[in-house]
């Protein structure tokens, strides 16, 4: 039986609410503790995020010449600032940037870019080369090299499906929908390993991942939500997330997504939905962070796997390449870090790419989790001013 088989038959790699077999919850298990304070939130935006309609170039004429049906009146844009500025839905995200907590990394993308959504997200989410195919996460290779042991909370997914990202050899990282269905070990310890080394690597790995399960009950036994929360999802994972990070579970990354961005149709209202739903549940997580103090901690990623296109289609936008990523928290600098971007300049229609996501990867490895970014195969140099 190969090794992806014992992990399907633990549930270590399940989609959602993660389930072991009974014969299974009488393992016990040492906890492994982590070392440092610091953590890195990611924030998936599935679809494509429209990254000209989000951060917004309203002081270039061409914007609005090729955005004439989904363009956002230059009067309603908020905290405008060296001819860019933000979509009305994100009025909290212009008070981040106000306080020093948000920078702006633009025209973030990579060579040969790939409009396929399933594509360009195994890009991102492994750092590979757009011909380059990788089994492992990027994530997921920096927990394996973390840990020297199998870490059931390295990382902490609130999806309903496992991300490329956090895969590793070790499954060093746990799917959850929700904390509180999460399944607990029982105090019995009497389930001894027998003279089968299949059955015994199952049970190893199931009673790491049964560990793990109270390691999360006893971090939100010990923390409560203290700001109000949207009633999304995206706001239920981020409040989970805040509880997490406060009872001192000390995972190094959290993982969750927010969908929906796929924006071919109907975008002005559509988008401004999402966004809303972004805008609502960052800031509370954000006010959550700060209150507690611990935003120093913890650095908030925001990304989608390429932006739209420039021009409109009539009713909305198509697939792109290059868009702002947006890292909020962890001491960042602030700044709005790259050029404007240039829309008298296009490759094929779409924005031409100049920082390369790998790089901004490198700088979180470096300066947030003390990693060197080239032991996980990132040669890019580390992006300079973000922190």
Not at 16 to 35: C, E, I, K, N, Q
Request: proline letters at 4%.
């Amino acid at each position: 039986m190969h090794r992806r088989n014992f992990l399907s038959l633990t549930g270590t790699f399940t989609s959602g609410l993660l389930v072991v077999p009974d014969f299974l919850h009488a393992m016990g298990s040492h906890r492994t503790s982590v070392v440092g304070d610091s953590c890195v939130v990611f924030i998936q935006l599935n679809g494509g995020n429209d990254g000209l309609n989000t951060f917004i170039p309203f002081d270039d004429p061409l914007y609005y010449e090729y955005r004439k049906n989904v363009g956002i009146p230059k009067s309603e844009i908020v905290g405008k600032n060296a001819g860019m500025g933000w979509h009305p839905a994100l009025k909290n995200w212009a008070t981040i940037q106000q306080n020093g907590d948000l920078c702006v990394v633009q025209n973030v993308g990579y060579p040969e870019p790939n409009r396929s959504h399933f594509r360009s997200q195994e890009i991102w989410q492994t750092a590979s080369g757009s011909q380059q195919y990788l089994n492992e996460g990027w994530l997921g290779r920096y927990l394996d090299m973390h840990y020297k042991e199998h870490h059931p909370t390295g990382a902490v997914n609130l999806d309903s499906i496992d991300n490329l990202a956090l895969k590793g050899k070790e499954p060093n990282a746990i799917t959850l929908k929700d904390p509180v269905r999460f399944r607990s070990k029982n105090e019995s310890d009497s389930t001894k390993l027998s003279d089968n080394p299949q059955l015994d690597f199952v049970r190893k790995i199931a009673r790491s991942v049964t560990e793990g399960a109270d390691d999360i009950r006893n971090a939100l036994a010990q923390s409560t939500t203290e700001v109000s929360y949207p009633k999304s999802q995206l706001g239920k994972n981020l409040e989970w997330i805040a509880r997490l990070i406060k009872g001192n579970l000390h995972s190094k990354v959290y993982y969750t997504s927010h969908n929906g961005f796929d924006t071919h149709d109907n975008q002005l209202a559509v988008h401004k939905n999402k966004l809303g739903e972004l805008d609502e549940a960052v800031f509370a997580f954000y006010q959550e962070m700060k209150k507690a103090g611990l935003l120093p901690q913890v650095t908030l990623v925001v990304f989608s796997e390429f932006g739209r296109r420039v021009k409109d289609n009539g009713n909305g936008t198509d697939h792109g390449t290059a868009a702002p990523m947006f890292i909020i928290g962890g001491n960042t600098s602030g700044k709005i870090i790259g050029k404007n971007p240039n829309l008298s300049q296009l490759t094929q229609g779409d924005l031409q790419y100049e920082i390369d996501f790998r790089s901004v990867y490198a700088r979180i490895l470096e300066q947030k989790l003390a990693f060197d970014p080239k032991l996980i195969g990132i040669q890019q140099a580390g992006l300079t001013g973000i922190f």
